[in-house]
């Protein structure tokens, strides 16, 4: 960073915001949770509803509790209105005009406290029974689905003609962006308040400077100044001292098409950023994620409001037991090059990799120079938060990186992940690293490469499996020692992990019970072996639903159509886990071009009160023999159901899965069965 170019973001830090927007922000993905949570005020009669309510009851309410307080403690706003209040404020100008014509001064938040902070509101309730004896305090989701319209309880005498509707329509899709763990971070949080005061200076200089712009902020950014619009009072306060005026918040653009506004904007932004504080403004967990998934319900799944979850992990901690990996995400950029003596002619670009093993991240990758390309190239992935990324500069007399017989490596460097991810790092690093010739070379000073990189707080990473089948073997042959009567252990499937370690052993067979029955029906069970040689019976055919886990969980195909389009249920205690065809919500491929057939997959969606739009858990690659799961809790589960899928495949044949929602039946078979995943790889 050139001084000119520091002395600018020292200026920007001076910038002075009273509000504490880290501690906000936190409040504010809070309330976006909850809002997504319950999706059916986001449209329809609902909304309208709630709109209703917010300029007949609570812009009154908190009109007359801010002149004069009917209780000392706080205001608790109700949910619904909460939600259309929010999105009003997220356009400030509109707002505090609109305030001003209602009641003559702008409504702040000030002694407000949203509904999801859990602080009582006996007293907020109260007081809007007695305003408003025919209006309920809540908003009830059943009342929504009526024919009827709201109770004219009040004339609308004070409402803008501002389209709420629209407003709320363009800011439901925000939470999905800024959904990620990391986001709640306090060392990742207090970066972005940094990056808003940046992008608050740079605006003010585009102004001073008369320059053209539409100034497109990334996601990290967009989160603060969401949240600094949601006070009001505060916001049209600072950015007028910052400023000289309130600054609007443009969300009616959401075309992403190259070419565009947001897009030209976008790249605009990023080159004035860069030119002013010589920082790059892309951030690892702060770009465009793409759209929203599609939806797999219209209405939230009913769930039971008396019912405990309980742990079943402890038990499956008997059978196989994993520690828990970590995983970051990273953006690299690689700015310039310096001090190269003289004869080295053509192309120069870094190669990048892990310099240890790495199970997320086992790839070595190219990136072109900026200095030298002028092409802005940016590396973003994913590895284990430790170790370190090593970089090799590399030269070509040819332009063509395809031609590999050319190459040469100048030298190496390298930069530790454990550093970037302590809390004095900010998270992020741009500077020039020396490079480590690879020969003796002559020169006055070192080669350097500026290198800017970003990354996010690290996070839990899913834990990913490969169903294999192995060769027959013998008590003598096999990797470890089996206990009990198995005399010849033939057909086992293997689970192994992305090392190659092997996690455990299944074996479909008939149950002891079924060969002394007199009849054809044969029940079958599921048996394991794991790594210290015990064997358990994991799961038990009764009937046509298959008892997991000394049936804590059972597990049931679906037999007839329905609504949701699911396959399979698993359900233990209060959880309740459904399969669906394809690669859904978080699963959702986004990527048309590489896209491959969804019959290839199955979802694992957890339904409960905390998620009743339903949450990604699990995908099955079927094709391939390859788990992915993100709870510790479903492992166990999660592998025995794709053993049993995998053994349908191999019977009833690749397509028989497809027709499971509409008639699916599992035939039993007299012979034991080695079901392994149709056409699995090893992968090692």
Request: hydrophobic share 35%.
């Amino acid at each position: 960073m050139e001084m000119e170019q520091q002395l600018e973001w020292n200026e920007a830090q001076k910038i002075v915001i009273n509000v504490d927007l880290v501690s906000a922000a936190k409040q504010h993905l809070q309330f976006l949770a909850t809002i997504d949570r319950n999706r059916w005020l986001n449209e329809g009669p609902a909304l309208d509803i709630a709109i209703y309510r917010y300029y007949s009851c609570w812009l009154p309410l908190l009109a007359r509790h801010s002149d004069c307080p009917f209780f000392e403690g706080p205001l608790v706003v109700p949910l619904d209105c909460e939600w259309v209040w929010h999105c009003h404020r997220l356009n400030p100008i509109r707002y505090k005009t609109d305030c001003e014509q209602l009641y003559g001064r702008i409504l702040d938040n000030h002694n407000i406290v949203s509904s999801v902070k859990g602080i009582t509101q006996m007293e907020t309730e109260e007081t809007w029974k007695h305003l408003y004896p025919n209006e309920p305090y809540d908003l009830d989701s059943t009342r929504t689905l009526s024919d009827n319209g709201p109770a004219q309880i009040l004339k609308s005498e004070k409402c803008s003609n501002y389209d709420l509707v629209s407003a709320v329509k363009r800011q439901s899709p925000f939470f999905y962006q800024v959904s990620r763990p990391h986001m709640t971070s306090e060392v990742y949080l207090e970066g972005a308040v940094a990056r808003y005061k940046g992008f608050l200076h740079l605006i003010r200089r585009i102004k001073e400077r008369s320059i053209e712009s539409f100034s497109v902020p990334t996601y990290d950014i967009d989160l603060i100044w969401h949240t600094h619009q949601l006070h009001p009072i505060s916001y049209c306060k600072d950015l007028v001292d910052i400023m000289g005026k309130v600054l609007n918040h443009d969300d009616t653009d959401s075309d992403r098409t190259k070419g565009k506004k947001l897009d030209t904007g976008f790249s605009g932004t990023t080159k004035l950023w860069e030119e002013m504080y010589g920082l790059r403004y892309w951030r690892a967990g702060a770009m465009y994620r793409g759209n929203m998934p599609s939806p797999l319900r219209i209405f939230p799944y009913p769930s039971n409001p008396w019912s405990k979850k309980e742990d079943t992990v402890h038990a499956d901690h008997k059978i196989i037991h994993l520690p828990e990996m970590k995983v970051l995400e990273v953006m690299l950029e690689i700015i310039g090059i310096r001090n190269l003596p003289e004869g080295y002619k053509g192309g120069f670009f870094v190669s990048f990799s892990k310099s240890q093993p790495d199970r997320i991240f086992n790839a070595k990758k190219k990136l072109t120079i900026f200095s030298e390309s002028g092409v802005k190239q940016v590396a973003y992935f994913q590895c284990e938060p430790c170790g370190h990324l090593l970089l090799e500069l590399m030269s070509q007399s040819s332009h063509d990186l395809l031609i590999s017989k050319s190459v040469e490596v100048i030298g190496s460097t390298a930069l530790s992940l454990e550093d970037l991810t302590c809390p004095a790092s900010q998270l992020t690093m741009e500077k020039w690293l020396e490079v480590v010739p690879s020969r003796k070379i002559e020169a006055l000073e070192p080669i350097s490469i500026r290198v800017a990189v970003s990354v996010t707080t690290p996070s839990a990473a899913p834990y990913v499996f490969h169903i294999v089948c192995s060769r027959a073997f013998s008590r003598i042959s096999c990797f470890f020692t089996f206990r009990g009567r198995i005399q010849y252990a033939k057909n086992w499937t293997r689970v192994i992990d992305d090392a190659g370690d092997e996690i455990i052993s299944l074996q479909m067979r008939n149950s002891k019970k079924s060969k002394r029955m007199s009849d054809s029906t044969l029940q079958k069970e599921l048996i394991s072996i794991n790594k210290a040689g015990e064997t358990h019976t994991l799961a038990k055919l009764v009937g046509k639903e298959w008892m997991l886990l000394d049936s804590q969980w059972s597990l049931q195909f679906q037999t007839c159509s329905v609504d949701d389009g699911y396959l399979l249920e698993l359900v233990g205690g209060s959880r309740i886990v459904k399969f669906f065809p394809g690669q859904k919500l978080d699963y959702e491929h986004k990527h048309c071009a590489k896209r491959r057939n969804q019959d290839d997959f199955m979802t694992a969606i957890e339904f409960s009160s905390e998620h009743p739009y339903g949450r990604s858990l699990a995908l099955l690659d079927l094709k391939c023999g390859v788990i992915n799961v993100k709870e510790e809790w479903l492992l166990l589960p999660g592998i025995i159901t794709a053993f049993i899928v995998g053994d349908i495949l191999r019977k009833e044949g690749y397509s028989s899965v497809l027709s499971i929602g509409n008639n699916l039946k599992y035939k039993n078979t007299s012979e034991e069965t080695n079901a392994c995943m149709n056409r699995a790889t090893e992968v090692v």
